[in-house]
């Protein structure tokens, strides 16, 4: 799987994280192998910081390419 | 959480507290008024697939309300 295919997943468990992670809404990833190593996802939250979640807080999805673009492009925007 | 704590966490700090905590209004209106704060310390931790980590932890907090939102920042070793 091509690197650029893994930056986005989606919260389907927010349990001991409600205020941390919403339900439903769209995450992004940030790359770290030791965390995948243990089945944790580095995950930029509501708090704007990335932490290391469980991974079955997600769903990683993959995305076209234009609507990555278009996530990574609203991300940025946000202040 | 989907980890478990094994030892008391040491070296706590406040990294914020009040309205410098960026997502203070969410925290409230999940959790309820109240003293806010943000703290960090280090820990084991056993994960789920039983490996133990030795990690940096933040959390929010709140008198009457307790800790909140336990997460791993980074591993330490």
């Given at each position: 799987?091509?690197?650029?295919?893994?930056?986005?997943?989606?919260?389907?468990?927010?349990?001991?994280?409600e205020?941390?992670?919403?339900?439903?809404?769209?995450?992004?990833?940030?790359?770290d192998?030791?965390?995948?190593?243990?089945?944790?996802?580095?995950?930029?939250?509501?708090?704007?910081?990335?932490?290391?979640?469980?991974?079955?807080?997600?769903?990683?999805?993959?995305?076209?390419?234009?609507?990555?673009?278009?996530?990574?492009s609203?991300?940025?925007a946000?202040? | 959480?989907?980890?478990?704590?094994?030892?008391?966490?040491?070296?706590?700090e406040?990294?914020?507290?009040?309205?410098?905590?960026?997502?203070?209004?969410?925290?409230?209106?999940t959790?309820?008024?109240?003293?806010?704060?943000?703290?960090?310390?280090?820990?084991?931790?056993?994960?789920?697939?039983?490996?133990?980590?030795?990690?940096?932890?933040?959390?929010?907090?709140?008198?009457?309300?307790?800790?909140?939102?336990?997460?791993?920042?980074?591993?330490?070793?």
């Open positions: 799987m091509s690197e650029h295919k893994r930056h986005f997943a989606i919260c389907v468990d927010n349990s001991d994280y205020a941390s992670l919403i339900l439903r809404k769209i995450y992004e990833i940030i790359p192998e030791r965390g995948a190593g243990d089945d944790l996802l580095r995950i930029v939250d509501e708090s704007g910081e990335d932490y290391l979640y469980h991974k079955s807080h997600f769903i990683v999805v993959e995305f076209p390419a234009e609507v990555e673009h278009a996530l990574r609203a991300q940025s946000t202040p | 959480m989907r980890f478990e704590i094994l030892d008391q966490v040491e070296g706590i406040v990294i914020a507290a009040g309205t410098s905590i960026r997502d203070l209004a969410y925290l409230e209106k959790y309820g008024a109240g003293r806010w704060r943000k703290l960090k310390g280090r820990a084991h931790v056993r994960l789920p697939n039983g490996n133990i980590r030795w990690v940096e932890l933040h959390w929010y907090e709140a008198h009457g309300i307790g800790r909140k939102d336990i997460k791993i920042k980074r591993y330490l070793e």
